[in-house]
């Protein structure tokens, strides 16, 4: 059983930073990938970045250049580093690990808020 605990969401303004990050725990098989997807309300939910096992990457076109995804295996976490934050950012980001790197949906957060507002 695998369990994702978010955390560092929050209120930011417009152009803002914030960093997300994602705990993961238990025993973890079959893995090849971590990512972050987001859901804002009355949308589905969809991938912002994907990091799999060996360092690739995949991002959605509408974060490329402002987010980066990072782990730390030590500590059996992965980030988010959100930077030149919109108001359309805004939605509850959930963490995910899966066996498609480039779309990891396997297990999941229980997801952070990020609202972004003047």
């Known amino acids: 059983q695998v369990q994702l605990v978010e955390s560092g969401g929050g209120l930011v303004q417009p152009g803002g930073s914030l960093r997300l990050s994602c705990a993961a725990s238990?025993?973890?098989?079959?893995?090849?990938?971590m990512g972050w997807y987001r859901q804002a309300p009355g949308k589905q939910r969809d991938l912002v970045a994907a990091l799999s096992i060996t360092g690739s990457t995949n991002y959605a076109r509408s974060v490329k250049g402002r987010f980066t995804i990072s782990r730390d295996n030590a500590k059996n976490t992965v980030y988010l580093q959100m930077n030149s934050l919109k108001p359309e950012d805004t939605a509850v980001y959930y963490c995910?690990?899966?066996?498609?790197?480039?779309?990891?949906?396997?297990?999941w957060g229980q997801g952070t808020q990020v609202t972004v507002s003047s």
């Open positions: 238990g025993t973890i098989n079959s893995v090849n990938g």
């Open positions: 995910s690990m899966g066996s498609t790197w480039y779309r990891p949906e396997d297990y």
